[in-house]
């Protein structure tokens, strides 16, 4: 868990919200906030720089320097935008199927989001 403890109200109600956004096919990002001493973000930045010049197993040794800093996060909220598809897409879509050929969605996004995905791009119908 990266929040500190005793954020179970806000913790629910922001998932709430962010349920409530991916049903109406939104992009979220859910944000968090911690303080830190100068000394801990100076220690921290050594770290991370380490990581970051390695020559072996970089990504995990980011990923291990991030996970220190990532942790006992005071939860601020969720926000939500809208991701319109590039002019055309649709079209294109239809035009794919005309000529018989299949297409398949994958996708990293909630099953709301993609659903509203698939509604806007013609790939799926009421």
């Known amino acids: 868990e990266r929040l500190r403890d005793g954020q179970q109200t806000v913790k629910a109600e922001t998932m709430e919200h962010l349920h409530k956004f991916?049903?109406?096919?939104l992009r979220t990002l859910v944000l968090g906030v911690k303080d830190l001493s100068q000394e801990e973000f100076e220690?921290?930045?050594?770290?991370?720089?380490k990581a970051a010049?390695?020559?072996?197993?970089?990504?995990?040794?980011l990923?291990?320097?991030y996970d220190i800093i990532e942790k006992d996060?005071?939860?601020v909220?969720?926000?939500?935008i809208e991701d319109k598809l590039q002019d055309g897409v649709a079209q294109t879509i239809a035009n794919l199927e005309l000529a018989g050929?299949?297409?398949?969605v994958l996708t990293?996004?909630?099953?709301?989001?993609?659903?509203n995905i698939g509604y806007s791009c013609n790939l799926l119908s009421p």
């Open 101 to 104: 050929i299949r297409i398949w």
């Open 22 to 25: 991916a049903s109406e096919g």
């Open 53 to 61: 010049v390695s020559m072996e197993n970089r990504d995990e040794k």
């Open 108 to 115: 990293g996004d909630k099953q709301e989001t993609a659903i």
């Open 43 to 49: 220690a921290w930045k050594a770290e991370h720089h």
């Open 77 to 80: 909220g969720a926000t939500a």
């Open 73 to 75: 996060l005071t939860l």
């Open 63 to 65: 990923d291990r320097v």
